[in-house]
C-alpha cells in the first residue's frame, strides 16, 4: 500500500522569501505524484505532477518539484513566494491510472507573512 | 482539464434528515468517480469508488448503507447521506477519472448537520 508524508503541519514564510514543503512516499510499485492546492473553502485544484521523463516538473506560477527516487521524496519549491500563495497544500501519490484512487498526505499549511 | 461540479455548495440539515450531494462531470466522460470527505484541518480521506453502471466500493469503515452512492451515467454520481448526525458534518469531495492518470476534483460540498 501505499502512503504519503508531509513532515510539516504549518510553515510560516515571509514574503517574497523561499519555501520548500516537504513530502516523502512510500510504495513498493511505481507511482504517479502529485501535488494540490486548496483555498479556504474550496475544492483541490492541481498544482503540478510527475507522470514520467524529466524529475523536475515546474507549475504555471512559479512552484515546482522534484521527484527523488532514491530518497522517495517529491519536495515542493518556490524561489519567491507571494500573499498569495497562502494556502493549504496536499501531496498525493497515484500507483496507476486515474481510475486509482489518490493517497494524500495531511497537508501542509503555507501562511506567507507580509 | 475536466470541469466538474457539485451541487449544493453548502447544506444545512437537521438530524435525522438525509441530504443527497451531486457531482457532474460537464466535459468529460468520467468511467469512474471517488467521493472523499475532509474533516476540518484535515486530510482527504477516501469513502468510496464508483464505476458507472456498478455497485460502488467502499473503504473500510464507511458504511455502505449510510452513504448511498449512485454513478448512473459517465457524468453524474449522487452521494446521499442517510439519517445524517452531526458527526457527518464535514466536507464532501467528489473527483472524476476516465482512464488518464489524473483525477478532476469538484469544488467540494461542506454538509453541517444541527
Redesign the interface.
Known sequence: AQSVTQLDSQVPVFEEAPVELRCNYSSSVSVYLFWYVQYPNQGLQLLLKYLSGSTLVESINGFEAEFNKSQTSFHLRKPSVHISDTAEYFCAVSKGSGNTPLVFGKGTRLSVIA | ?AVVS?HPSRVICKSGTSVKIECRSLDFQA??M?WYRQFPK?????MA?S?EGSKATYEQGVEKDKFLINHASLTLSTLTVTSAHPEDSSFY?C?V???????F????T?LTVL
Open positions: 482539464g457539485q468511467t469512474t471517488f484535515q486530510s482527504l480521506m477516501l469508488t464505476n469531495i473527483s477519472a476516465g482512464g488518464t492518470v489524473e483525477q476534483f469538484g469544488p467540494g461542506r
